[in-house]
């Protein structure tokens, strides 16, 4: 018997989906140690992950080898799971701020968020389908991406680091249900995988103003 | 030395994409793909060239490119289109040409990687794109009253679709040789 007759289909749920990519982990831990810096960041992201989505429904924390893959759930409505999501986000980089106060320079955290909703198979500790790989896509903007939009902010004008990217669908949500947040076009991009042009948005806040060389200053 | 200043300028916009090359690059691979592209790219550049193009930006496996005169859109996107049967990069090759064309106001800028066109119009000539088919230009019902009358044969019947932060647009469809 193939192994796919034995297992039920996964269930499938609609969940906001965030993708969190450590800024230079890599390089981090050649030049530091993976058991003297990069472990101990990691690690350190986790637990704040674990701590601003307890509380805006968190479902699934998959690592990704220099990031995380979350989902964030809300049984009363889809809308609001993407909200939650862009809070926890939010949440996440103000303490990221905090802690990188208290930490050497090679300990610090920088990090490049996305955001995007849509049906997802929930498989154990895992989620799977095209809107997975949507999210994973917009975390992969850069600025390098720019020349290559239609209507591209100038890429001088985009973060290097902790930024919050998100897809139509999120900004939609946005810009009808929360207030708090601006949103600002980058410009529309094809996306390896998927057809047309997709017209991607930052998502800044007041109380985090916007400093190009790292994206947010330290409050 | 300083850029030049913004202008703003009433231009034919011009989005192709070409259909197939994710197949195209499962069947034969990177290096088919980026042949092809380095030759789509070689000769768009080209024929823009040859037919008074103002800008051409190059895009992935995509180029927008505008027009001061309208007339001269036509022309241009039909010997693009003939690569397909005339070069033997495209030839028996499962590849097609999705246009669409816009006409309107849009500001021509010199930015940090080199001329660019922005606008609101470039918006609605990327979302009129998507709803190309291969070997089919989608055109706007404004640029289609600027076309010469001669270009606008075979075009179809009126269709309307919402375009998001734009609202309603209208167009018509007009399929390309090899279709």
């Given at each position: 018997m193939a192994v796919s007759d034995a297992e039920p289909m996964p269930e499938i749920v609609t969940e906001a989906i965030v993708v969190i990519d450590l800024v230079e982990s890599t390089l981090t831990s050649n030049l530091f140690g993976w058991y003297a810096v990069g472990r101990q960041s990691l690690r350190d992201l986790r637990t704040l992950i674990g701590e601003v989505g307890k509380v805006r429904g968190l479902r699934c924390v998959r690592s990704t080898g220099d990031g995380y893959l979350l989902t964030f759930f809300d049984p009363q409505s889809a809308e609001m799971a993407a909200i939650r999501a862009v809070e926890a986000v939010f949440e996440l980089l103000r303490r990221i701020f905090a802690r990188n106060r208290q930490v050497s320079e090679e300990r610090a955290l920088n990090l490049r968020c996305a955001v995007h909703l849509g049906e997802v198979d929930v498989v154990p500790n895992d989620r799977e389908g095209p809107h997975i790989s949507m999210a994973f896509r917009l975390e992969e903007?850069?600025?390098?991406?720019l020349p290559a939009a239609l209507n591209p902010i100038p890429p001088e004008q985009f973060p290097l680091q902790n930024y919050v990217l998100c897809s139509e669908e999120v900004a939609g949500i946005l810009s009808r249900r929360a207030t708090h947040w601006e949103l600002a076009s980058i410009g529309l991009l094809k996306l390896k995988g998927f057809p047309g042009w997709r017209e991607v948005f930052r998502i800044t806040s007041e109380e985090h103003p916007t400093d190009l060389g790292s994206g947010m200053r330290a409050l | 030395m300083e850029a030049p200043a913004p202008l703003r300028k009433s231009l034919a916009l011009v989005i192709c994409d070409i259909a197939g090359t994710t197949g195209l690059g499962a069947q034969e691979g990177d290096l088919v793909v980026a042949t092809v592209l380095r030759e789509f790219f070689e000769q768009a550049g080209r024929l823009s060239t040859e037919h008074h193009c103002l800008i051409i930006k190059f895009l992935g496996d995509s180029f927008l490119a505008a027009f001061e005169n309208v007339a001269n859109v036509m022309p241009f996107v039909l010997s693009v289109q003939s690569l397909l049967s005339q070069n033997p990069i495209f030839i028996g090759r499962s590849l097609g040409f999705k246009f669409s064309l816009h006409y309107g106001d849009a500001l021509c800028i010199e930015t940090s990687y080199g001329k660019d066109i922005l606008g609101k119009n470039v918006n609605i000539a990327a979302r009129l794109n998507d709803l190309a088919g291969p070997h089919e230009i989608v055109v706007s019902q404004v640029a289609l009253e600027r076309m010469p009358i001669d270009c606008r044969v075979g075009a179809g019947s009126s269709e309307t679709r919402s375009v998001k932060g734009v609202g309603d647009v209208e167009f018509c469809r007009i399929p390309l040789p090899g279709a």
């Open positions: 903007i850069s600025r390098a991406s | -």
